[in-house]
């Protein structure tokens, strides 16, 4: 059979395998009476397996294999969950994940695995000695799980059918899975069938015992059963066509599908050239003011509205698909280092735009190794100035205005502002006076410059400060902002804000002399018409005065160099007040066009990354508007 | 030495339609009971190997009453007794801890079979 269909699918669940092989093994560390836990390991490592098998991939497939034989003892209390044996386990986790890595990259899993089989073996086989000293239950059954296709045959008299029915499924789900059943089993429950059904069980109990069970209960007048697969390959498959087919079945049911990341892009890329071809027939309409044609395009701006929120929407992913992957690494880092961390996780039901998410999942894992590895202390330290051995760190999202706001809290050390100032002086970031002028704020925010560290020794891990600059960088590239706060001796804070989504944005246009430019309407918070002597000037720089505070001026003219053409003074200057956290600044612009909805398109490499400039947007009339980067304006990010 | 079989339904109709069902099949009629509070009490006094239990009833209904009897034993037999068209009642019976059913109107021979069934069950 051809699988080479199934291979997105594959991949896909096999990730999120992974990424629950990961949760359920740290539940079970945690927990290792809990049976809860295992049960899920298991049933994952299962599925795994019968996935991994089905697609020929054989390195994945015995792994798993031996993974599952190992659980199984645990399963059944056979075998202690020990500390090495779980570290056995996620080293396994980790290569299965390597192995479906590869198959993602280049289609084949081969991986050298026989150490760990070897390991795995080793474990299984030591614990067997143990289970035939505790249990003198022998193992009867193999480990193969066997599919029965049972046919049942009911009493013609038989009142209620869908309650014997019921009981059917219930005794056999007792002795394996019931795979699927012919009537489906919504209409089994509405006792749309004659007699008898047939249903398809995995197990690893024997014939004799299945029909023995379904004999037993009452009204069941017959049962025919036949083993159905053998576990192997071409009945692996066998099997998932099986579930295909209840799937189709069942299609009722299905509240989700998989969509390819791409093709949503491409949705909200055309979803971007329909805003712009409205706005441009929104000009064309103008011209002819015609009444008809105004209320369609009402009528159409309504609909593109709603497209767009539920092309948005349909990006959104909940944060929790890369906080997941966490709470594995803090595990491994703290115990690499020795040190006892409590690692808590907030807020996993936040959702993001796809883009945003995938690009944010490598700098919180710097700022929480930083966390873990700078920030926490080691439990004796802890111990001796009077804090909890295990120290805290919690990731947490939420939802603010526009953003997301992601915090990274250690109830650690802290960061001493002071020595932060004196290692920026050695090492000739900063001059002796430009550090007397530094608060506290300014002196923590040194850490984001490129290569600063103020870590006293080098573990495996990155210093404390290198990698920062990398991750504010990252951040505000999507359009977010980073703030650290620190106190020495209890702990610090990064506040990472991110907005939701990208791409389509409401702006302000505006002109200055020629060219048109359009600002992100969520900076702005005040439009103020000045004449021009109302401009003060203090320290050599152009300020006025707005609600009794003092507001410095930017002249995009000067900031983008843009020809005056001289040919006439401007009295009045409408100036753009723009807010990114605290900081405030006026823009001077010549005229306000309006507001639209713009299509931001990324700038390319060759003319990227001009100061000031967030990237493109194509206008009603075709033309094009370099959208403001209000956050390079203000000065708080390092380009400027 | 017989089967001891406590009848709870708050229909006296009934549980002497039972009575005369189970006794001619050889049956030992320990108790009977019409309300599922007094089906709890009465089994706590007779210990019977089997109940019959009908679902509606005042007080207490029978689902409730093989809850409360499961708390205390988890080996006597209990077989609901219901009416068509409550199958919702009966799998939440069985999830209660009830091991099979009968309908009313009864067939004797079908009650019977499917008492002896579970009995059965419970002797292997």
């Known amino acids: 059979m051809d699988v080479s269909q199934y291979t997105e699918v594959f991949n896909s669940e096999a990730i999120e395998l992974l990424q629950s092989l990961n949760e359920t093994l740290l539940a079970l560390e945690k927990n290792p009476d809990d049976l809860k836990p295992i049960e899920a390991v298991f049933r994952a490592v299962h599925t795994l397996k019968g996935m991994a098998a089905t697609m020929n991939y054989t390195c994945i497939a015995q792994l798993s294999h031996q993974m599952e034989n190992l659980l199984d003892r645990i399963r059944k209390k056979e075998c202690v969950v020990s500390p090495s044996l779980t570290d056995l386990l996620f080293e396994c986790v980790d290569v299965l994940q390597n192995m479906i890595e590869r198959v993602i990259s280049d289609k084949s899993d081969e991986f050298d695995i026989s150490e760990l089989i070897e390991n795995l073996k080793n474990e299984t086989e030591k614990n067997k000695g143990n289970s035939l000293v505790k249990t003198s239950t022998p193992t009867v059954s193999s480990n193969n799980l066997n599919y029965y296709k049972i046919k049942i045959f009911l009493e013609e008299n038989c009142a209620l059918k869908s309650v014997r029915v019921y009981m059917v499924f219930k005794c056999l789900n007792e002795l394996g899975e019931v795979v699927k059943s012919i009537p489906s089993s919504h209409d089994l429950e509405d006792e749309k069938f004659n007699f008898d059904f047939e249903v398809y069980l995995r197990t690893k109990k024997q014939i004799n015992e299945i029909r023995k069970t379904v004999t037993d209960i009452s009204d ?51 979803v971007g050239e329909l805003v712009i071809n409205k706005a441009k027939l929104d000009r064309i309409a103008f011209r002819y003011e015609d009444l008809e044609l105004d209320e369609i395009l009402d009528q159409l701006k309504m609909i593109l509205n709603d497209l767009q929120n539920e092309v948005v929407l349909a990006r959104m992913v909940p944060i929790g698909h890369i906080f997941d992957r966490f709470p594995r690494m803090a595990r491994d880092l703290s115990r690499e280092l020795e040190k006892e961390i409590n690692f808590v996780v907030e807020g996993k039901e936040i959702e993001l735009d796809r883009t945003v998410l995938d690009e944010i999942g490598d700098p919180l894992m710097h700022l929480l190794r930083n966390a873990v590895g700078h920030g926490v202390e080691m439990p004796d330290e802890r111990e001796r100035i009077g804090k909890a051995r295990t120290g805290m760190v919690i990731l947490s999202a939420r939802g603010e205005k526009n953003n997301a706001i992601i915090e990274i809290v250690d109830d650690g050390r802290g960061m001493n502002p002071a020595e932060i100032r004196r290692s920026a002086i050695k090492k000739g970031f900063i001059s002796e006076d430009e550090a007397d002028m530094l608060d506290e704020e300014e002196s923590l925010r040194l850490i984001c410059l490129p290569g600063f560290s103020t870590a006293k020794e080098t573990t495996s891990l990155s210093g404390r400060g290198v990698g920062v600059d990398v991750v504010k960088t990252k951040i505000e590239a999507l359009g977010g902002s980073m703030e650290i706060k620190s106190k020495l001796g209890s702990g610090t804070k990064f506040i990472l804000r991110l907005p939701f989504s990208l791409a389509i944005i409401q702006a302000l246009l505006v002109k200055v002399k020629n060219e048109t430019y359009a600002i992100p309407l969520s900076d702005i918070v005040e439009i103020v018409e ?7 000037t203090v320290k050599k720089e152009e300020v006025f005065v707005l609600h009794d505070a003092i507001v410095p001026l930017i002249h995009l003219e000067e900031v983008f160099g843009i020809k005056d053409n001289g040919k006439f003074e401007i009295k009045n200057v409408h100036i753009i007040v723009v807010e990114i956290g605290e900081k405030r600044k006026g823009l001077v612009v010549d005229k306000l066009i309006g507001q639209q909805e713009i299509v931001i398109k990324p700038l390319e490499e060759v003319i990227g990354g001009i100061m000031g400039i967030a990237g493109a947007a194509i206008l009603g009339d075709g033309k094009v508007a370099l959208v403001l980067d209000v956050r390079s304006l203000l000065g708080l990010s390092r380009s400027i | 030495m017989s089967i001891r079989v406590l009848i709870v339904d708050d229909a006296a109709f009934m549980r002497m339609m039972l009575k005369d069902i189970l006794t001619k099949a050889g049956y030992e009629i320990v108790g009977e009971a019409a309300s599922g509070l007094e089906a709890v009490e009465r089994f706590k006094e007779v210990k019977p190997d089997l109940i019959t239990m009908d679902i509606t009833m005042p007080e207490m209904d029978g689902i409730e009453a093989v809850r409360n009897i499961r708390k205390i034993d988890s080996e006597v037999k209990i077989l609901m007794v219901s009416a068509m068209g409550q199958q919702k009642l009966i799998i939440e019976s069985l999830e209660a801890g009830a091991n099979d059913f009968i309908v009313k109107p009864f067939q004797p021979a079908k009650v019977i079979e499917i008492i002896e069934k579970v009995l059965s069950r419970a002797k292997v």
């Open chain 1, 220 to 270: 069941v007048k017959n049962v025919e059963i036949e083993l159905f697969k053998d576990e192997c390959k071409e009945e692996q498959t066998n099997a998932v066509n099986l579930f295909k087919k209840e799937s189709v079945a069942g299609s009722k049911k299905t509240q989700t599908v998989r969509v390819n990341i791409g093709r949503l892009d491409n949705i909200m890329n055309l």
């Open chain 1, 530 to 536: 000045l004449k021009d002597f109302q401009i003060k």
